[in-house]
């Protein structure tokens, strides 16, 4: 007789351990800030939280674990509600990511045009799955839902700039000049 179980994995997260460096993520500037400028709007310091790990975000380009923390600490509110909230939400980045960033859009459009092969040509060109960086640090590629550019499919954002219309082979030049431009300072 065949039984099937269920398999629990768990972690032993009460005795996890947070590398800590010597200076704060949340700067004292931070912290002035948030008191002065964040905290007034909010009827409860839990409701500042977004704002805070955005700053955060914004001065390191991610947000460690000893940043996740500190914010709890400041914010007067579990570090589980802060690391709930910053795993939840997309826009924030618990590891460090590459110097550019490739976004290549996944919406229905962009699908329907071509996007799969443009998500391998960056894949094959970089070694890197979805969600990595390369081993250089220079690079990490996501998808993303949607970024309004349907009418020019299959659409990618490198850093901040907009590359409609492409193919592997476009998206693959695009990358050996973001390359080369990084090279040139």
């Not at 400028?37 to 805070?52: C, D, F, G, M, S």
Request: proline residues 4%.
């Amino acid at each position: 007789m065949l039984q099937l179980g269920m398999a629990w994995i768990t972690k032993n997260s009460a005795a996890m351990k947070v590398e800590r460096r010597a200076d704060p993520y949340l700067t004292g500037a931070m912290r002035e800030k948030l008191s002065r400028e964040v905290l007034p709007r909010y009827e409860t310091k839990l409701a500042a939280l977004l704002p805070a790990l955005h700053m955060v975000q914004h001065e390191h380009g991610w947000i460690p674990q000893q940043a996740m923390l500190e914010v709890a600490e400041f914010l007067q509110v579990s570090p589980a509600e802060v690391i709930d909230t910053a795993s939840f939400y997309e826009e924030y980045w618990l590891k460090p990511k590459g110097r550019h960033l490739i976004q290549v859009c996944r919406s229905v459009a962009c699908e329907v045009c071509g996007q799969p092969g443009v998500t391998d040509a960056v894949r094959a060109k970089l070694g890197i799955e979805v969600g990595e960086t390369t081993d250089d640090g220079e690079f990490t590629l996501i998808e993303l839902e949607c970024i309004g550019a349907c009418d020019c499919a299959p659409a990618a954002l490198i850093d901040e700039k907009v590359y409609e219309s492409l193919t592997a082979g476009s998206i693959g030049k695009a990358i050996d000049q973001v390359r080369a431009d990084g090279h040139k300072h």
